[in-house]
């Protein structure tokens, strides 16, 4: 039997986007999620929506999709995390080469990070005209997990 100290409550948190959102071109854009799928520690800060700020300090897995609706032919799109809202940590890029009726990125990052930092979802398309993120809880998300 080990007498390690084990903690009950790990931070762990599942946002999503249910509504759609409409992407200007040109603009790198932070995702605001308005669903809370869960969060142990109340690290979601609802006042600001699209904004996970942790509580300790440690390695975080963090994961993030987002779904593009009918994105137009031959252009590139982008998803990326970013941490304190200032730098990209994780990125795709896509090309839709094919006539799709959506386009799903994700991105999964191991991070480290001191108590207080956050991390975003931000994405760009430059179509030359806005297109649509797909709202709903399978389609566009941000999930992280305390590691260690």
């Known amino acids: 039997m080990s007498n390690r100290n084990t903690r009950l409550f790990t931070s762990a948190i599942s946002v999503s986007r249910l509504a759609n959102l409409v992407i200007p071109s040109g603009v790198q854009t932070v995702v605001p999620f308005d669903t809370t799928n869960f969060d142990r520690l109340g690290e979601y800060n609802t006042t600001l929506p699209n904004n996970v700020q942790v509580r300790e300090a440690g390695f975080y897995l963090v994961s993030s999709q987002i779904t593009w609706q009918f994105p137009p032919l031959g252009f590139g799109y982008i998803s990326l995390i970013t ?19 959506y386009l799903s990125q994700s991105v999964n990052k191991l991070l480290y990070m001191a108590a207080g930092e956050s991390v975003q979802v931000e994405v760009f398309q430059g179509v030359g005209a806005p297109v649509t993120l797909q709202g709903g809880e399978r389609y566009t998300f941000l999930s992280m997990v305390k590691m260690g």
């Open 83 to 101: 941490q304190n809202l200032i730098t990209d940590v994780g990125m795709v890029r896509s090309h839709s080469a094919v006539a799709l009726d």
